[in-house]
């Protein structure tokens, strides 16, 4: 019993010493993302990196207009990073710890789709304002309503509807199309909607093979035999990360991207890894107008130069845009709001009343909210097919971008509804 | 005064001290509390299985079934009562065990411990299929009530309700420990085939450690998957299951209530750690974890429940076979 | 029929793969009586070695042949540096306790090597692409393999029948032989326990890095790697027998050839099949396929 007490002593030290509060002139983000396992190389790294670089170039204000003024509104921000491997319910945990112990205004992050799906009800349960920068799945604007949850990057519903659109505007011809895809709700959802849109956009097309492997299976040696063998003209993937290199890299020298037109949902982020080493003829997708698909703008120049000159000349991918998308959006939220509360911290109702069909613009073009009741975004989206340059190099070329109303459902819409219905109100000049 | 009452009567006050501590801590301590109550319960479980000798490494399947069960009838038939809602929970982790025992109670060691994490990845596997109750993002929970009453708003009834079922179910534990039954269980562990002789059946004593196991995993399903709002077939991962095992072996099988207070050392640390080292919490959980058995081989729990003197007779080492 | 060999080649290749894995994993549990977590961190790391070890050797202009052998020399230098690290710095303590203790302190370790790894390679992948090109193409039914991965059958069956031929026709072998049936009798006899298990664990430790660091050219090398490849290959040794090589083999072959037939025939089954694999023999083979017999204890 003695040691029991000691122990609880121990505990009350240990929570006595970290509840700190808050500074005046300081806005506390925290912002989740992979740091370990498979999804830290590929998205949460790099995400995480553009974090701290967009939050250094913000405090020192000197991001090019409109956001040259310091900081959100004049305050410094302060981020706490945290990692978002564990799964949801340790994700559910951890929002509470950010809010209820480290008391942060407001909370960026997730790149799982379940962890949105579980921290949403949380976020709206302990009233903070919470922006959800990068998962994919529909759900959670279309299942439920939030008033304080906010996703400032479009659905996956684009990168797949966007995908075939691509195909049709490059002439490919499809009888046959096959799939591969990690065997979890990211994998078969992308599956869904690109079968959906196909159905409507290549209606005569029939699907050859549909394939599941593991997450994190890292082997492929079968899935590419059964691929070849069932022979489709066109391959659809939305593998990404360590998954997409190996699958790659192990169907490389099988010929599996010379049988086959390949086209990956969300692969910009294997390029700069793979480099020259990377097949030609791929058609890759970056779920929006990211690093080699971005619009030219002078913020968009400045984003990808600040970028390369902090981390080895590397190019930004979707995970860091998707980041500085979801960043200066809450900048141009949190302004908004002080602009008409007199110029101090907003709390997070106006944050929410300032975010709700707000546009700004990103590197990335511009990020409307006009979806779930303004709580969900639209974007343009890119798409390109890698090709070799003059000099031997693998480039991107054919880059196409399709307008946000041409690939996201309008407000009122479910994207599946939507897509089933043949695209109603779709506006693709 | 009778043992039974006796150990009802320190589990009430525990539950007592435990509440009152629930008025004066910060909110995220209560959650912390709240989460490591739902995974003390498993390990509580899981030493009672020790205690006789078997370590199931999935135990995930029945802490999913008793979340995934009460999870759904909250959303499907509406009913939010906890009472009801852990009720579920509980019967429905007890007969998913029910089913499995007879398939592995015939199992000892490793072959236990694997057996029953393959059952658990083959229910994640199928879990993950279903995309009507949302294939692997899972599916929220609704916010609980109690008799009518809100729970959610601050977290303490929550919270109350949770050391109310800890305190019951460390009780119950403590009194099958002992009883004669229990001791039966202990003994399997040191020589089946002697236990075998004397007249009792293995065979059932390992049933019944497993099949209350599997009722306490699904309570701590219930209220973990009520309290996080989010259920996921990530609770039947072996991962989770892992997790488990490793709250249950840092407590020790002498102590009922060390499981609880490891589990929530575990979340402190590994929260603690998560977020001041966000790139290497990984690395200090480990070290964590091997002080621990270096310092508490016999587990936390052996630091105020020390075994009885006659035990000391068996404590003579086997030799490694 | 070309389905069936198709079927049959694909799962070949992968309990090669697999097997490799395996072998040392059921070798250190029959001497050492250890399930080793940490297994899938060494497998990581020896795939990072090789990451090093063949541009390295390229560099100091070696021949592209060399390569292949690069990866021997960065699996054996993993083994060399790590395996005394974890069994004289840690694990000899732990001799005679609860195997589920060991298996939690292996477990730990494989934490820790985590972020190790994680902290020495940091989370940019590394490619080796040399040793996959230098054995071609072959055409077998009606699609292109690549000879590398025809390779790794041959490994794989080096490797088993080494460990055979080291632990049956070697005089050492004959010692861990008697170390794993009495070790308290060999010690009597004069057998120096420690540098057997040591021996043992080391060439564990070195079939984990050389599965690892044959597989490098097959994928990213960068974190996350180690975890799939755990559960894998207790699956494996489940199936085959503790401790036992035909077992590993056998085992191998078994979840190799599900899987494939499950890509092919049962896509929504793959991710379960493994386990479903397992249950199904342990029903019918409680200790698994090959179980070394065991004196009743009363």
Same mark, same amino acid.
Request: proline share 4%; aromatic share 10%.
């Given at each position: 019993?003695?040691?029991?007490?000691?122990?609880?002593?121990?505990?009350?030290?240990?929570?006595?010493?970290?509840?700190?509060?808050?500074?005046?002139?300081?806005?506390?983000?925290?912002?989740?993302?992979?740091?370990?396992?498979?999804?830290?190389?590929?998205?949460?790294?790099? !995400?995480?990196?553009?974090?701290?670089?967009?939050?250094?170039?913000?405090?020192?204000?000197?991001?090019?207009?409109?956001?040259?003024?310091?900081?959100?509104?004049?305050?410094?921000?302060?981020?706490?990073?945290?990692?978002?491997?564990?799964?949801?319910?340790?994700?559910?945990?951890?929002?509470?710890?950010?809010?209820?112990?480290?008391?942060?205004?407001?909370? +960026? =992050?997730?790149?799982?789709?379940?962890?949105?799906?579980?921290?949403?009800?949380?976020?709206?349960?302990?009233?903070?304002?919470?922006?959800?920068?990068?998962?994919?799945?529909?759900?959670?604007?279309?299942?439920?309503?939030?008033?304080?949850?906010?996703?400032?990057?479009?659905?996956?519903?684009?990168?797949?509807?966007?995908?075939?659109?691509?195909?049709?505007?490059?002439?490919?011809?499809?009888?046959?199309?096959?799939?591969?895809?990690?065997?979890?709700?990211?994998?078969?959802?992308?599956?869904?909607?690109?079968?959906?849109?196909?159905?409507?956009?290549?209606?005569?097309?029939?699907?050859?093979?549909?394939?599941?492997?593991?997450?994190?299976?890292?082997?492929?040696?079968?899935?590419?035999?059964?691929?070849?063998? &069932?022979?489709?003209?066109?391959?659809?993937?939305?593998?990404?990360?360590?998954?997409?290199?190996?699958?790659?890299?192990?169907?490389?020298?099988?010929?599996?991207? &010379?049988?086959?037109?390949?086209?990956?949902?969300?692969?910009?982020?294997?390029?700069?890894?793979?480099?020259?080493?990377?097949?030609?003829?791929?058609?890759?997708?970056?779920?929006?107008?990211?690093?080699?698909? !971005?619009?030219?703008?002078?913020?968009?120049?400045?984003?990808?130069?600040?970028?390369?000159?902090?981390?080895?000349?590397?190019?930004?991918?979707?995970?860091?845009?998707?980041?500085?998308?979801?960043?200066?959006?809450?900048?141009?939220?949190?302004?908004?709001?002080?602009?008409?509360?007199?110029?101090?911290?907003?709390?997070?109702?106006?944050?929410?009343?300032?975010?709700?069909?707000?546009?700004?613009?990103?590197?990335?073009?511009?990020?409307?909210?006009?979806?779930?009741? #303004?709580?969900?975004?639209?974007?343009?989206?890119?798409?390109?097919?890698?090709?070799?340059?003059? $000099?031997?190099?693998?480039?991107?070329?054919?880059?196409?971008?399709? $307008?946000?109303?041409?690939?996201?459902?309008?407000?009122?819409?479910?994207?599946?509804?939507?897509?089933?219905?043949?695209?109603?109100?779709?506006?693709? $000049? | 005064?009778?043992?039974?009452?006796?150990?009802?009567?320190?589990?009430?006050?525990?539950?007592?001290?435990?509440?009152?501590?629930?008025?004066?801590?910060?909110?995220?301590?209560?959650?912390?509390?709240?989460?490591?109550?739902?995974?003390?319960?498993?390990?509580?479980?899981?030493?009672?299985?020790?205690?006789?000798?078997?370590?199931?490494?999935?135990?995930?399947?029945?802490?999913?079934?008793?979340?995934?069960?009460?999870?759904?009838?909250?959303?499907?038939?509406?009913?939010?009562?906890?009472?009801?809602?852990?009720?579920?929970?509980?019967?429905?982790?007890?007969?998913?065990?029910?089913?499995?025992?007879?398939?592995? !109670?015939?199992?000892?060691?490793?072959?236990?411990?694997?057996?029953?994490?393959?059952?658990?990845?083959?229910?994640?596997?199928?879990?993950?299929?279903?995309?009507?109750?949302?294939?692997?993002?899972?599916?929220?929970?609704?916010?609980?009530?109690?008799?009518?009453?809100?729970?959610?708003?601050?977290?303490?009834?929550?919270?109350?309700?949770?050391?109310?079922?800890?305190?019951?179910?460390?009780?119950?534990?403590?009194?099958?420990?002992?009883?004669?039954?229990?001791?039966?269980?202990?003994?399997?562990?040191?020589?089946?085939?002697?236990?075998?002789?004397?007249?009792?059946?293995?065979?059932?004593?390992?049933?019944?450690?497993?099949?209350?196991?599997?009722?306490?995993?699904?309570?701590?399903?219930?209220?973990?998957?009520?309290?996080?709002?989010?259920?996921?077939?990530?609770?039947?991962?072996?991962?989770?299951? #892992?997790?488990?095992?490793?709250?249950?072996?840092?407590?020790?099988?002498?102590?009922?209530?060390?499981?609880?207070?490891?589990?929530?050392?575990?979340?402190?640390?590994?929260?603690?750690? =998560?977020?001041?080292?966000?790139?290497?919490?990984?690395?200090?959980?480990?070290?964590?974890?091997?002080?621990?058995?270096?310092?508490?081989? &016999?587990?936390?729990?052996?630091?105020?429940?020390?075994?009885?003197?006659?035990?000391?007779?068996?404590?003579?080492?086997?030799?490694?076979? | 029929?070309?389905?069936?060999?198709?079927?049959?080649?694909?799962?070949?290749?992968?309990?090669?793969?697999?097997?490799?894995?395996?072998?040392?994993?059921?070798?250190?549990?029959?001497?050492?009586?250890?399930?080793?977590?940490?297994?899938?961190?060494?497998?990581?790391?020896?795939?990072?070695?090789?990451?090093?070890?063949?541009?390295?050797?390229?560099?100091?202009?070696?021949?592209?042949?060399?390569?292949?052998?690069?990866?021997?020399?960065?699996?054996?230098?993993?083994?060399?540096?790590?395996?005394?690290?974890?069994?004289?710095?840690?694990?000899?303590?732990?001799?005679?306790?609860?195997?589920?203790?060991?298996?939690?302190?292996?477990?730990?370790?494989?934490?820790?090597?985590?972020?190790?790894?994680?902290?020495?390679?940091?989370?940019?992948?590394?490619?080796?692409?040399?040793?996959?090109?230098?054995?071609?193409?072959?055409?077998? #039914?009606?699609?292109?393999?690549?000879?590398?991965?025809?390779?790794?059958?041959?490994?794989?069956?080096?490797? =088993?029948?080494?460990?055979?031929?080291?632990?049956?026709?070697?005089?050492?072998?004959?010692?861990?032989?008697?170390?794993?049936?009495?070790?308290?009798?060999?010690?009597?006899?004069?057998?120096? +326990?420690?540098?057997?298990?040591?021996?043992?664990?080391?060439?564990?430790?070195?079939?984990?890095?050389?599965?690892?660091?044959?597989?490098?050219?097959?994928?990213?090398?960068?974190?996350?790697?180690?975890?799939?490849?755990?559960?894998?290959?207790?699956?494996?040794?489940?199936?085959?027998?503790?401790?036992?090589?035909?077992?590993?083999?056998?085992?191998?072959?078994?979840?190799?050839?599900?899987?494939?037939?499950?890509?092919?025939?049962?896509?929504?089954?793959?991710?379960?099949?493994?386990?479903?694999?397992?249950?199904?023999?342990?029903?019918?083979?409680?200790?698994?396929?090959?179980?070394?017999?065991?004196?009743?204890?009363?």
């Amino acid at each position: 019993m003695r040691n029991f007490v000691k122990f609880g002593g121990l505990l009350a030290a240990l929570i006595a010493g970290t509840s700190t509060a808050a500074a005046k002139d300081t806005f506390k983000v925290g912002i989740v993302t992979f740091l370990s396992g498979q999804a830290a190389q590929s998205f949460g790294v790099p !995400a995480a990196n553009g974090a701290k670089l967009l939050v250094k170039k913000l405090n020192a204000g000197e991001v090019p207009a409109p956001y040259n003024t310091p900081g959100m509104g004049g305050m410094q921000i302060e981020a706490v990073l945290i990692d978002e491997a564990g799964g949801a319910t340790v994700q559910v945990q951890e929002y509470r710890n950010l809010v209820q112990r480290e008391k942060v205004d407001v909370v +960026i =992050g997730y790149v799982g789709s379940g962890d949105c799906l579980a921290v949403a009800p949380v976020a709206e349960e302990l009233k903070t304002f919470t922006i959800l920068y990068d998962c994919g799945t529909p759900r959670i604007f279309e299942d439920a309503d939030y008033q304080y949850v906010f996703r400032t990057a479009a659905t996956a519903t684009q990168d797949n509807v966007g995908l075939v659109r691509y195909l049709k505007a490059l002439g490919v011809d499809i009888k046959t199309y096959a799939g591969i895809h990690q065997d979890y709700a990211w994998g078969h959802d992308s599956w869904v909607d690109f079968k959906a849109a196909m159905g409507r956009i290549y209606p005569e097309a029939t699907v050859a093979a549909e394939l599941f492997p593991a997450f994190g299976a890292g082997q492929y040696g079968t899935e590419i035999s059964a691929l070849m063998q &069932r022979r489709a003209d066109v391959i659809h993937s939305s593998l990404w990360g360590g998954d997409l290199q190996s699958f790659i890299l192990q169907g490389l020298p099988r010929g599996l991207f &010379r049988q086959a037109q390949v086209a990956l949902s969300t692969a910009d982020h294997v390029l700069p890894p793979l480099g020259n080493n990377m097949p030609e003829g791929v058609i890759i997708g970056a779920r929006g107008s990211y690093g080699y698909m !971005a619009p030219e703008s002078a913020l968009n120049t400045w984003w990808d130069a600040a970028y390369r000159e902090a981390y080895d000349n590397v190019v930004p991918v979707q995970g860091p845009y998707r980041m500085a998308q979801a960043l200066l959006g809450l900048k141009s939220a949190v302004e908004k709001a002080m602009k008409e509360n007199g110029g101090v911290k907003p709390s997070s109702e106006q944050l929410s009343a300032a975010m709700t069909g707000l546009s700004w613009e990103s590197p990335a073009g511009l990020i409307e909210m006009t979806n779930g009741k #303004g709580h969900q975004a639209i974007q343009s989206i890119g798409f390109g097919r890698t090709q070799k340059d003059k $000099d031997g190099n693998i480039v991107l070329g054919d880059i196409l971008h399709f $307008d946000a109303r041409c690939v996201n459902p309008p407000a009122d819409k479910k994207s599946i509804e939507w897509i089933e219905a043949g695209f109603p109100g779709a506006d693709c $000049d | 005064m009778n043992p039974i009452l006796r150990t009802f009567g320190l589990a009430a006050l525990g539950a007592l001290v435990f509440i009152a501590i629930g008025l004066v801590v910060p909110a995220w301590f209560l959650f912390t509390m709240t989460k490591a109550v739902g995974f003390g319960l498993v390990a509580l479980g899981l030493v009672g299985l020790l205690r006789g000798g078997l370590l199931s490494f999935g135990q995930g399947l029945y802490y999913c079934g008793g979340a995934y069960v009460s999870g759904l009838m909250a959303n499907w038939a509406g009913v939010t009562d906890m009472i009801v809602l852990l009720s579920v929970g509980c019967i429905a982790g007890g007969l998913i065990a029910a089913l499995v025992s007879p398939l592995v !109670a015939r199992y000892r060691g490793i072959f236990f411990a694997m057996l029953t994490m393959a059952l658990s990845m083959v229910a994640y596997g199928v879990l993950t299929k279903i995309a009507a109750i949302g294939g692997s993002d899972g599916f929220n929970v609704p916010k609980p009530t109690l008799l009518g009453y809100h729970l959610a708003e601050t977290g303490f009834g929550l919270y109350a309700i949770a050391v109310v079922i800890a305190a019951l179910a460390a009780a119950v534990c403590r009194v099958h420990f002992d009883s004669g039954l229990g001791l039966i269980a202990s003994a399997a562990r040191e020589n089946e085939l002697r236990i075998e002789y004397l007249g009792a059946s293995v065979f059932s004593v390992s049933t019944r450690s497993f099949i209350l196991a599997g009722g306490l995993a699904g309570l701590g399903g219930t209220l973990n998957g009520v309290a996080l709002g989010h259920v996921d077939p990530f609770f039947s991962y072996w991962t989770t299951s #892992g997790e488990m095992v490793f709250i249950a072996i840092l407590g020790g099988y002498a102590s009922v209530t060390a499981v609880f207070g490891t589990a929530l050392v575990t979340e402190l640390v590994r929260s603690f750690s =998560g977020q001041y080292f966000p790139e290497s919490w990984q690395m200090l959980l480990g070290i964590f974890l091997l002080l621990v058995i270096v310092f508490l081989p &016999r587990g936390v729990g052996s630091m105020w429940a020390k075994p009885a003197k006659n035990h000391a007779i068996r404590s003579i080492k086997e030799p490694a076979t | 029929m070309d389905l069936i060999f198709t079927i049959l080649l694909d799962g070949l290749i992968y309990a090669s793969w697999l097997f490799i894995v395996a072998l040392g994993l059921t070798l250190v549990f029959g001497v050492l009586k250890i399930l080793n977590f940490a297994h899938g961190g060494l497998y990581a790391l020896g795939a990072y070695g090789a990451a090093i070890a063949v541009p390295f050797f390229a560099g100091l202009g070696m021949p592209e042949w060399f390569s292949l052998l690069a990866m021997f020399i960065a699996a054996a230098a993993v083994a060399i540096l790590i395996a005394p690290l974890i069994e004289r710095g840690l694990l000899r303590y732990f001799y005679g306790r609860d195997e589920v203790l060991i298996l939690l302190i292996t477990y730990a370790v494989f934490l820790i090597l985590e972020d190790v790894t994680k902290m020495i390679f940091g989370v940019n992948p590394y490619y080796v692409f040399e040793p996959r090109n230098l054995l071609g193409n072959v055409e077998m #039914g009606s699609l292109f393999y690549v000879g590398y991965d025809l390779a790794l059958i041959g490994l794989a069956i080096v490797c =088993g029948l080494g460990v055979w031929f080291g632990l049956n026709r070697t005089r050492i072998g004959k010692i861990t032989l008697a170390v794993i049936k009495e070790p308290e009798v060999s010690q009597a006899m004069g057998v120096n +326990i420690a540098r057997i298990y040591l021996l043992a664990f080391g060439v564990g430790v070195f079939l984990a890095a050389l599965g690892g660091a044959f597989t490098s050219p097959l994928i990213s090398v960068q974190p996350g790697n180690s975890v799939s490849v755990i559960v894998v290959s207790f699956a494996v040794v489940i199936i085959g027998g503790l401790g036992s090589i035909p077992g590993a083999a056998i085992g191998a072959l078994i979840v190799g050839i599900a899987r494939a037939f499950a890509v092919y025939e049962l896509p929504e089954a793959e991710i379960f099949i493994i386990y479903l694999v397992m249950v199904a023999v342990l029903i019918f083979r409680p200790e698994g396929l090959f179980t070394p017999i065991k004196a009743r204890k009363i």
